[in-house]
């Protein structure tokens, strides 16, 4: 598992090359986007989410969110 999730990091790591971040900015992405997506996965497992709008629509709203926040650095 530690090695999955280190691979995920470097895959992630490697995609924030697109935009001007040094690497401690993209430590600080790469963190925040984890923790957004962790959240989500763990709140649904929960059954933390009980109202009818439909979730993966709000996934793909906060994740498109996520992303254009990081276009600042472009």
């Given at each position: 598992v530690q090695t999955a999730g280190e691979g995920i990091v470097q895959l992630t790591m490697k995609?924030?090359?697109?935009f001007a971040l040094d690497e401690v900015e993209k430590v600080h992405m790469v963190r925040g986007l984890r923790s957004l997506l962790h959240g989500l996965v763990d709140l649904e497992r929960r059954?933390?989410?009980?109202?009818?709008?439909?979730?993966?629509?709000?996934?793909?709203?906060?994740?498109?969110?996520?992303v254009s926040g990081l276009e600042k650095f472009d």
């Open positions: 995609t924030l090359s697109d059954s933390g989410f009980q109202l009818s709008v439909n979730l993966e629509e709000s996934r793909k709203v906060v994740v498109e969110t996520y």
